[in-house]
């Protein structure tokens, strides 16, 4: 009976939400008319959608064969059992981005193509990607049809996600469904690359709507836009992956892994770039006489030459090169030892330094095109799928979205890749490279894999342990020159703990370093916020300490700033711009658990014990009081 009336106490509090109509309002924060619910759009990261067979293939010496809809990413059985059978189903011609002869994949849809990659006892929550933000979202009365996922083919550079799968016309489709439906606009949560794509679609949607009908389309079909761990000027990761491998914990060996992501288009996506270089906007060759094959302009300011690493902590590549030069950078011994040498002199091999510039635009894979059966294909796909997309240049920096709220969101000071040495390995493709040292960065320092600390441009703090922190935080040019600025613990609190500044200054490119304590046993959730530099639109960045990046769309913390967040927005009785952040305080069972020290449920204020059959423990029978979800009133 109790249990009942908490779900009923939860019903009402969720319809007062949710319904009835809303105080209208010019403020670009608020909602006018009368709104039933919010959507949530869901756009993945890279390697977060599931592919499925779409053919048959009989796998020798194996009796696990591929037929139509059989996972293949990912398959963790086939994978350690057939792996070559396997490639087939995964690769892409490097030309063309075809699929292989024998062997097609395409993306799974729905809400299951991105909770589990590999469905098992055992693999499943290794594989978990958005399955707790799913759980979460039930578990708060949000509606089966107002969760949309929209996976892609995350193999494919963006043009050819619209070539080939009409993606882009389909996501427009997607908004503009969920308007009718739900009869609001929608909340776009996008993961990684999946704020790639995001852009890309908003560059992409210049062309199918008039231009003053543009900014009108976005204010009805999109309320927020919430950029979850964001390369915003790449990932040195991409480097890696392109040159020696990443296997992101698979049972493969890097060259394997080498071979797979090297016929991605989708490879070249995430290569670091400068914030200083520009390409003109592709978008006005459609209203000019201009051809749509003419090369963009890529033109750097001052600062990339007179600024050592293109703003970079360091230069992202430091390669080896051999002293002798052949078509095959590695060639048989003996045919070495045929080579007319008596003129050549004995020489070390060279070694080139390259900046994030001189890897996004070409130069690098130009320098070491003789040394590299693979950089013929990697420099087609960057200027064919990149340089000379029609719609955008992927591999320029982002300007704030034209989107009424913004949340830019991601972890901070883990021992993050900034930086590498190559040489060669004598090798043939594609294992030709070994990794001879590596630059983290790591709480405002850089330092060698060996532990030496490397000189550099250190930002004031560490990525995400796999995006660079300068890349992570460049949406903090998307503030204005007016800051407010609070740091809470991530853990519940009771706002004792809670530092506060109000109108602190930004220069405009510059970071922004909050001038607060910090106890080295809490992680800190720290929020920028900014309601006033653009007149209706809000800006936020939160920075969450020790947040990992592929696992920060799992974290509690950022699913209840998520949620409270969005309840603060819709509720019309708001009394401020941002959620307050004054005390955090248990919203779920979960969030309850006993206090040994004071022989009872921590929380006292919200929780309570209520043993219930099944119980195992103390901290499981601690559960929410029946009045708690009058506790989300404390946060409009």
Same mark, same amino acid.
């Given at each position: 009976m109790t249990e009942g009336l908490r779900h009923l106490t939860f019903i009402v509090a969720l319809l007062i939400l949710v319904g009835g109509p809303r105080r209208s309002s010019g403020d670009g924060g608020e909602f006018s008319g009368d709104y039933s619910k919010l959507s949530g759009i869901i756009i993945p990261g890279f390697a977060s959608t599931q592919l499925r067979a779409w053919s048959f293939l009989d796998c020798p010496y194996s009796p696990l064969d591929f037929n139509p809809l059989d996972l293949v990413w990912l398959d963790s059985t086939k994978l350690l059992? /057939?792996?070559?059978?396997?490639?087939?189903?995964?690769l892409l011609d490097p030309y063309n981005q075809t699929d292989h002869p024998e062997c097609k994949s395409r993306p799974d849809s729905g809400l299951s193509a991105i909770t589990e990659l590999d469905p098992g006892y055992i693999t499943g929550p290794l594989s978990s990607v958005w399955k707790e933000w799913i759980k979460w979202c039930i578990e708060f009365g949000i509606e089966a049809n107002a969760i949309i996922a929209v996976p892609y083919d995350w193999r494919l550079a963006p043009s050819m996600l619209e070539e080939r799968d009409l993606y882009f016309h389909r996501l427009k489709l997607t908004f503009e469904t969920a308007h009718k439906l739900r009869g609001g606009p929608s909340i776009v949560f996008a993961h990684s690359l999946g704020n790639y794509v995001f852009r890309y679609f908003l560059e992409w949607l210049k062309l199918e709507i008039a231009p003053k009908h543009y900014s009108q389309w976005l204010d009805d079909h999109i309320h927020a836009y919430f950029a979850v761990g964001a390369p915003l000027l790449g990932a040195t990761e991409t480097v890696k992956a392109t040159l020696f491998g990443n296997t992101f914990g698979l049972p493969v060996s890097e060259g394997t892994a080498r071979l797979m992501f090297n016929s991605f288009a989708s490879s070249l996506w995430m290569l670091p770039f400068s914030k200083y270089c520009t390409a003109d906007n592709p978008y006005w060759k459609h209203f000019s006489r201009a051809s749509r094959k003419s090369h963009q302009t890529y033109q750097c300011e001052d600062h990339e030459f007179l600024l050592n690493y293109s703003g970079w902590p360091t230069n992202i590549v430091n390669i080896e090169i051999p002293s002798i030069r052949a078509f095959d950078a590695y060639p048989p011994v003996t045919e070495v030892a045929q080579a007319n040498f008596s003129s050549m002199e004995c020489g070390l091999p060279t070694q080139l330094s390259f900046s994030a510039r001189e890897v996004s635009d070409g130069t690098f894979f130009k320098a070491i095109e003789a040394y590299d059966s693979d950089n013929k294909r990697l420099l087609y796909q960057l200027q064919k799928s990149y340089h000379g997309d029609p719609i955008l240049n992927p591999l320029t920096p982002w300007e704030r979205p034209p989107i009424k709220n913004v949340f830019c969101i991601y972890g901070v000071d883990l021992k993050t890749e900034v930086g590498y040495y190559f040489a060669p390995s004598g090798k043939p493709y594609p294992d030709n490279w070994i990794i001879t040292d590596i630059i983290y960065e790591l709480e405002g320092s850089l330092v060698s894999r060996s532990g030496n600390l490397v000189e550099g441009n250190p930002g004031a703090a560490s990525g995400d342990e796999t995006v660079p922190y300068n890349s992570l935080s460049l949406c903090k040019n998307w503030l204005?020159?007016?800051? +407010?600025? %609070?740091? /809470?613990?991530?853990?519940?609190?009771?706002?004792?703990? $809670? *530092?506060? @500044? =109000? +109108?602190?200054?930004? *220069?405009?490119?510059?970071?922004?370093?909050?001038? &607060? %304590?910090?106890?080295?046993? $809490?992680? !800190?959730?720290? !929020? !920028?916020?900014?309601?006033?530099?653009?007149?209706?639109?809000? %800006?936020?960045?939160? @920075?969450?300490?020790?947040?990992?990046?592929?696992?920060?769309?799992?974290?509690?913390? =950022? &699913?209840? #700033?998520?949620? =409270? *967040? &969005?309840?603060?927005?819709?509720?019309?009785?708001?009394?401020? @711009?941002?959620? %307050?952040? /004054?005390?955090?305080?248990? =919203?779920?069972?979960?969030?309850?658990?006993?206090?040994?020290?004071?022989?009872?449920?921590?929380?006292? #204020?919200?929780c309570e014990y209520r043993y219930l059959f099944g119980d195992v423990h103390l901290g499981q029978s601690c559960r929410l009081k029946n009045s708690s979800a009058d506790t989300l009133l404390h946060y409009v």
């Open positions: 059992s /057939a792996v070559n059978c396997w490639l087939k189903c995964m204005g020159p007016k800051v +407010n600025i %609070t740091r /809470a613990p991530q853990s519940e609190h009771d706002g004792s703990d $809670v *530092q506060v @500044e =109000l +109108n602190v200054e930004h *220069q405009h490119e510059a970071d922004v370093v909050p001038n &607060m %304590t910090r106890s080295p046993r $809490v992680k !800190y959730i720290t !929020y !920028y916020e900014d309601s006033e530099s653009i007149p209706g639109k809000r %800006t936020a960045v939160w @920075e969450l300490d020790k947040a990992n990046h592929r696992n920060i769309v799992r974290s509690p913390v =950022l &699913m209840r #700033e998520l949620w =409270l *967040q &969005m309840w603060h927005d819709i509720h019309p009785d708001k009394k401020s @711009e941002f959620v %307050t952040k /004054a005390k955090r305080g248990p =919203l779920r069972d979960d969030d309850c658990y006993w206090d040994y020290g004071k022989a009872r449920c921590a929380w006292p #204020e919200y």
